[in-house]
Nanobody, 114 residues
Framework: QVQLVESGGGYVQAGGSLRLSCAVS????????MGWYRQAPGKQRELVAS???????NYADSVKGRFTISRSNAKNTLYLQMNSLQPEDTAVYFC????????WGQGTQVTVSS
């Protein structure tokens, strides 16, 4: 069974930075296209960034130029570097496979104050 464990969230002021990590087990991580999602209170979960097994990346317009997704296949870990954080980035952040999601992890809370 696949397990996803997100970490690295916290409370920051606008303009600050955070680096999220997602430890993945129970699958051949290196072959998977992975993504970071977020869900703000009262809103649907949305995809903010994705990365293929080969390292190609895509970003939602709202985070382009501020967030960077990366992966370490040696460590079975997905990362999200978030810079220039804004209050609208406040959400619970999750990682998962793209298109056919596994069971969701607990996520990690990111709170950005103005």
């Amino acid at each position: 069974q696949v397990q996803l464990v997100e970490s690295g969230g916290g409370y920051v002021q606008a303009g600050g930075s955070l680096r999220l990590s997602c430890a993945v087990s129970g699958t051949i991580f290196s072959t998977r296209t992975m993504g970071w999602y977020r869900q703000a209170p009262g809103k649907q979960r949305e995809l903010v960034a994705s990365i293929t097994s080969g390292g190609s990346t895509n970003y939602a317009d709202s985070v382009k130029g501020r967030f960077t997704i990366s992966r370490s296949n040696a460590k079975n870990t997905l990362y999200l570097q978030m810079n220039s954080l804004q209050p609208e980035d406040t959400a619970v952040y999750f990682c998962n496979r793209i298109s056919i999601n596994w069971d969701w992890g607990q996520g990690t809370q990111v709170t950005v104050s103005s």
